[in-house]
């Protein structure tokens, strides 16, 4: 059976994806530092720190366990905090690239060589920042990081059949608003099933689309 994995899984973004991929029969991982479900029905659910590289892969091993190589992943983990370049130290910035950008690689890592393997998948990381801001020097850097991992991993998987995009989200999310995570989540379910020759790198959320 179809199988998403959602690595980052909170109850904003996360929660609405998986919703979003289950509604289509997919069958749901989560993966998050709680290890819960966020009330889905039939979600299998798995504990891990995005930013410990051993965490992260059993997770993803346990995932394919039960689901195989998965359809679709997303990465939605990150460090969100403001910090301005005066106030910059070196342990704040790693342990935010530690989760913003090497949690993501170590995923893709973990998973595209089998999906190109099989032919097709979909790798998908949740984006932001379109623009940096001097407020916010660590999410401004780590989405930066993050547009260009994409770039690598189309290049790298790509012509294997593997799609990689981001949904670059530019503003605060919450129901109800221009950046409802149930109106986000349509960008993922419509890059995973976009046709091969209109694929998209990048969508961007900005609250009017």
Do not use: C
Request: glycine share 12%; hydrophobic share 45%.
């Amino acid at each position: 059976m179809p199988g998403a994995v959602i690595i980052g899984a909170g109850p904003g973004i996360g929660r609405s994806v998986a919703r979003r991929f289950a509604k289509e029969g997919l069958r749901v991982a989560l993966v998050s530092r709680t290890g819960g479900t966020l009330g889905l029905e039939g979600a299998l659910a798995y504990r891990a720190d995005s930013a410990n590289e051993d965490e992260l892969r059993a997770a993803l091993d346990a995932a394919a366990g039960e689901l195989g190589t998965p359809d679709v992943v997303v990465y939605n983990a990150a460090i969100i905090r403001r910090d301005s370049p005066a106030e910059a130290s070196a342990r704040v910035q790693l342990d935010a690239w530690a989760v913003n950008v090497v949690g993501a690689l170590v995923t893709a890592a973990h998973v595209a060589p089998a999906m190109a393997t099989r032919g097709g998948g979909t790798f998908i990381v949740t984006g932001g920042m379109p623009e940096p801001k001097a407020g916010y020097v660590s999410l401004s850097l780590g989405k930066a990081g993050v547009r260009t991992l994409v770039a690598l991993l189309d290049e790298e998987y790509g012509p294997s059949g593997v799609h990689a995009a981001s949904v670059t989200v530019a503003g605060p999310v919450g129901p109800g608003t221009d950046f409802d995570p149930d109106d986000i989540a349509e960008h993922y379910w419509r890059l995973h099933t976009q046709p091969r020759e209109r694929w998209e790198r990048e969508v961007l959320h900005d609250g009017t689309t």
